[in-house]
């Protein structure tokens, strides 16, 4: 299948993550794209494609222009008021305050547009996330045109990036943001299928009061894996949404034979769906050796969750989510995308 990748993405090279107390060198670091541009080269896994470049008037299809002009100047405004590391909030607007009024300086601001302390800002992450939603909407792009499958290797990712909240690790929703192309260009209904092993807030939450966009999602439960405060089994949409979102929270230590017992049951939902389109939100972080998640597939599942995904029989499109055990993550992503190509 078709990959699409651009070196735009690196242009976000975060020095800092809060991690555990410290900061840390950030887990969703550059080389990711290289280690799995170098695996889709060994393999042979098909053409590797440049993005076109969309503008930001995708991107404004789902995200509030607020947050977005946040986003393009928010590293220089921290540099401007003098702070000396990368920008990471103090406070939010958390229970028992305010939420409607948003602060006029940087430090205010941050809080407000973040939903997560991990992922500092930083020179060039506007860019990259611009070039990462730009690879979506490429490889939606080309799905559309041919109805065969195509990989946007996207980063930063995407899923937990809400209308107007950034945060672990996501700026722009490229799987929202393609999905929603998608509707306005003829589909009349897409599936979201999310197997990164966080919960994708951002998606689910922006399409939660609609029936054009099915989300369903299998991760770590939310009792003891981030997000945290989005996840659990009984959200099922509001209004028009009723129904049409899905959660598969799973406990710590899942193996392969109960996830791939859960993935059947989301195929089947998906499938009951009849989208159009479906859109595999892909993190690799369900590996047993990935350094900040808790489940325990090994590198042969990946290719069976393709093969599986294949038999679904729908155009699928594959964006990249999560994923930070840097040795096999090119492994891994590949042995989903070949096994769903054999
Ligand atoms: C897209 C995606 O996979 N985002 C995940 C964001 C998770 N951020 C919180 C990470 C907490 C890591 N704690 C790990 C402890 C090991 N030192
Ligand atoms: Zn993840």
Known sequence: MLTFHSERTKKRDAMTELDGGRLVRPFECPERVDIIIDRVRA???????????????????????GYVHFLERAWDDWSAAGMEGEAIPTIWPTRRMRGDVIPDTIAGEIGYYALAAETSLCAGTFEAAQASTDIALSALDHVMATGNPAFGLCRPPGHHAAVDQYGGYCFFNNAAIAAQRALDRGAAKVAVLDIDFHHGNGTQDIFYDRDDVLFVSLHGDPRQEFPFFLGHADETGTGAGRGFNVNYPLPSGTGYADWSETLDEAIARVHRYQPDLLIV????????????????LISEDFTDIGRRLRRAGMPTLFLMEGGYAIAEIGINTVNLLSGFDS
Not at 281 to 296: A, C, L, M, Q
């Open 281 to 296: 939100s892909v993190g690799v972080d369900t590996f047993e050796h990935d350094p900040i998640s808790s489940f325990r």
């Open 43 to 65: 393999t042979d896994l098909g053409e590797i494609r440049a993005p076109e470049e969309y503008g930001l008037d995708p991107v404004l299809a789902i995200h509030d222009a």
